[in-house]
């Protein structure tokens, strides 16, 4: 959604895709036929460092994420090794980067210093990352990610992001 809303905007995009993503052929071809670039550098701190330099971006996006179903399947999946680590990285590049890009970061919604799950923990570490920082930053904390295209089915956030939209629906016709 992010990179074709980007597009859409008439925006130069650059979409750096995980090679080791299950969708790497599919969002690959997708990505280049909607106008993207696609960048297929490895996850590794000299590699991200180069891309963040030879693209000269405004804006990253830190959208990067695993869930508990591919942690079951891949050991290397953690919230520590992917939401933390990968994201850490790419705000790594960014900081010793000439353009200074603002990064943007994918958060999460009750994220807090006493959190005790291990997926807030390491979105409450990247974010105090972030803000020690020199880069400009933006932090967005949504509370529900759903959707058709999710790999992973969640009733309860399907159906407490749909109870939501109901009620700011309603409370946007009352004036909201």
Known sequence: YLVHGLLGRGLRTVAHIR?????????????????????????????????????????????????????????????????YGLTAMAHRACEISQATPRFVYLSAMGVRASARMPYMAVRWRMEGELKAGKTPWMIVRP??????????????????????????????????
């Open 19 to 83: 090679t080791k993503s299950s969708k790497v052929a599919r969002l690959g071809s997708e990505f280049e036929s909607a106008g993207a670039q696609v960048a297929l550098e490895d996850w590794e701190e000299g590699a991200i460092a180069a891309l963040v330099e030879r693209v000269q971006p405004t804006v990253v996006f830190g959208v990067l994420g695993t869930t508990r179903s591919r942690m079951k399947h891949d050991s290397r999946a953690s919230y520590e090794a992917v939401d």
């Open 143 to 176: 509370g529900f990610i759903s959707g058709s295209d999710r790999d992973e089915f969640r009733l309860g956030e399907r159906l407490a992001a749909n109870v939501s939209d109901g009620f700011l629906a309603v409370a946007g016709l009352l004036g909201g």
